[in-house]
């Protein structure tokens, strides 16, 4: 018992690890982040292909997501079934998303279990038995998927928005028609093409240092490790112009609204910064000055690799137009008024405490890798850096970007569109 | 120095030995569950729900917000406070129970529980701050009622008070006297009727002041129970396939034996829905909503699927009542356990969770996985052939035809 105690104290007087963030690009051309969080009871795991919706071929929409469901049907050497309960068994959970830039899976478990866990779905993701998959039935859960994610996912609707003369990428989730064009030829030869290490990102957030997973990635990745002369021609994906400025408004059973402008030479970092401050700025102006019940954000973010600042507003009650009015009130406040020294403090405060880790953190790093680049670049991970706000740059920043002609607007509710 | 040092960690090698102690009438109750995560979360579950209003529709949601926003600088400043920390504070009012919620990092959120326990049961309330409190009391009702749970409550029970609950509105919100909201506070909101649960990085301190709480009693209330079998069609925006299935929960062996005969049950259903083709996510769990625990199973299914999906729905049920092989049985119990830890770890998943781990007195995290290992795949079989039973079921089909028949309704009668 009396060395017992001091194991239990230090157990309670610790506080929450940090996560130390690192990024290589391997032999094969994978490149490897990991964010080595000491005593970490969990680990997560993100792999991100580079490669989406928006590139499905003409006619065979909903291609990507499909290959995405398939790839869990198991390996030649390991059912998805049994690799399904050796997670449930550990408690862990394993999922995907497939957005129009990027492919993502994503595995988060206890520490202990991680390790192995990891090294099975590796090896079912770089050598799916996409040949055995059962693509009939698989057609039948995707048309459920897209039936509900459809009509519920926001940043869908705006990405579809913004994007809808893309055609390939219009419906991320395919039609019922251009589901049954999808064949087991064509979806092995869009694996073969996009799922290439230099076209790829493998995260490690937990109690991992890097060495460690670059180990994992070396024992588990069955991916062709040479890239064929070809390949960088089939990852050439066409550039994507967003349809701005856009003023739309799209029904839905929910109440919310998306303000924010395009930024085709902002930079990301002061583009964080002046996120910071919106955040803080919508919340003041609708929550605590407008007195609405609702949830409030500011982000920066890349879809098809355009960056956007975008303002969101969503609330359980139906005030629309005083949403819009505060969120324009906001964004053009930041123009006009400078920060001061209480807001300053207050803001850096929030970003300081709130910043992420563990499966939270494995996420912010999965966005960043998502963005569409070059081959072998490295991702940009200095968006993941604390900011300093600087007050004079964060108003001259809003002056130079918040224009009639970059702006994006969509208000979604049951009563619009 | 040394010996305040030595003192603090006795103490606190016992409240972490402490979990889910449970205090004497009139004490507040007090669960611990600790985790290095960098989160804090604090619930504050007070077992008064609109089931009270009575007369007043709407006076528990008002009282929880004149409270909440009363004391120095009001809600505005309590809430910039919750921001700059940030942390996130919410106020559920349910069917017979409410949560005050409050979650964020450990390095500041802490500071901001003691200040609100102070609010809540210690606040000199008055008039003003009744009346400040209406307008936002008002515009939360929408979140409130669209529990699933609570919709079934009003459909499904045998209890004549409880179908008759409803939401305040502007009339009768503004008709509800200040003197009645300080008398329901008085009533409801105290230690006594209070459990305060405690998640994540929580600081010694911050569980002795929830320990330190005195005073009221708790709510005693007839039990209500569903009514089974019974079947409903509710209107809403999206189509689902809904079963609800009561189950009596006493023990932390009931407790464990319901959590993994459920996870098996989503195993099985989404092996054989989606091997099927006809199911996205099927998704079966525990709920606790302080009058009734039940198993609920939820199917999204398109519309020209849910005949095929049906027969498939009912032969998992049938099924489940047969005892499954051993290594089967063992991942559920494992999935059951991952899911508590899970739960654990993130103090922000547990306090969205419906608290059912509190409503078993006396019961440790570590209580219930000795449980769990005890599942049997015979104990899961007969379990599951009483709970899954047909005669033991409430079907509710959530659907947009029924939305647009009521919509058509509205119309008509307003012709």
Known sequence: MTIALPLLLASVMAVAPRAEVSSRLLSDGTELVVGTERGASWGSLRYVFRVGGGADPDEQAGLAHLLEHLVFHGSYGQPGEAFFRSVQSAGARVNAHTSADATVYELDAPSQAFPALAEAFLRIITNPALGLADLHHERGVVATEAYYRNTNSLWRMLDQRLFSKQASGEDLGGTPLSRERISAASLMSFYAGHYVPPNSTLIVVGDMTGAAAEALYERSSALPPLVQPDVEAVLKTGHHVPLVPLDDKVRADIVASFVGYHLPQGDPRLCAAVAQVLRWRLHDELVLKGGMEMHTNARCVRMRGELFLIGVAASFVFESGMVQDGMARAFAGLARQRMTAAETALVERRERVTRPRGEQLAQVLAELASTPRPLRTQTDLSANQPVKLNVASIKAAAEKWFVRERLVQLHVSPFEG | ?415
Not at chain 2, 35 to 52: I, K, P, Q, S
Not at chain 2, 86 to 101: C, H, I, M, N, P
Not at chain 2, 132 to 138: K, S
Request: proline share 5%; net charge neutral; hydrophobic share 45%.
């Open chain 2, 1 to 415: 120095m040394v010996r305040v040092r030595a003192g603090w960690m006795v103490a606190a090698c016992l409240l972490l030995w402490a979990n889910a102690a449970w205090a004497a009438a009139g004490d507040v109750r007090v669960v611990v569950d600790r985790a290095l995560n960098g989160e804090f979360g604090m619930a504050v579950v007070l077992e008064v729900g609109r089931y009270d209003d009575g007369d007043n529709p709407g006076i528990t949601r008002l009282t929880l917000e004149s409270l909440v926003g009363a004391g120095a600088g009001g809600y505005p400043r309590l809430l910039s406070d919750t921001y700059a920390a940030g942390g996130e504070l919410e106020v559920v009012v349910g069917a017979q129970s409410s949560v005050v919620r409050l979650h964020g990092p450990a390095e500041t959120t802490p500071g901001l529980a003691v200040p609100i326990l102070d609010r809540l049961f210690r606040a000199d309330l008055r008039a003003g701050d009744v009346d400040r409190a209406r307008e936002r009391a008002l515009s939360r009702f929408g979140r409130d009622s669209r529990t699933l749970l609570d919709l079934v409550a009003s459909l499904a029970v045998d209890d004549p008070r409880m179908r008759a609950m409803r939401d305040g509105e502007e009339d009768t919100m503004d008709a509800i006297e200040a003197e009645a909201v300080m008398r329901h506070a008085q009533k409801y909101v105290c230690p006594g009727n209070t459990t305060v649960v405690l998640v994540g990085e929580v600081p010694p301190q911050i569980e002795a002041a929830a320990r330190g709480l005195r005073g009221g009693k708790r709510t005693v209330r007839p039990s209500a129970r569903l009514v089974t079998p019974s079947t409903f069609e509710l209107p809403h925006h999206m189509e689902l396939q809904v079963y609800l299935f009561p189950v009596r929960i006493r023990s932390a062996a009931d407790l464990a034996l319901a959590e993994v005969s459920t996870a098996l049950l989503e195993q099985e259903l989404t092996r054989v829905l989606r091997g099927a083709g006809v199911a996205y996510s099927p998704v079966a769990r525990l709920l606790h909503q302080g009058w009734q625990a039940f198993i609920m199973v939820q199917l999204a299914l398109l519309p020209a699927t849910i005949e095929k999906a049906e027969p498939l729905v009912a032969r998992v049920l049938k099924d489940m009542g047969k005892p499954f092989p051993g290594p089967r049985v063992e991942a559920a119990m494992g999935e059951a356990m991952g899911e508590r830890m899970h739960a654990t770890l993130s103090a922000r998943s547990l306090l969205e969770r419906d608290l059912t781990h509190i409503r078993v007195p006396g019961l440790a995290v570590d209580a219930l996985d000795n449980a769990t290992r005890r599942v049997t795949p015979e104990s899961v079989a007969s379990f599951a052939a009483q709970t899954l039973a047909p005669e033991n079921t409430v079907a509710i089909h959530v659907t947009r035809a029924a939305a647009w028949r009521r919509l058509e309704q509205l119309v008509r009668s307003r012709q």
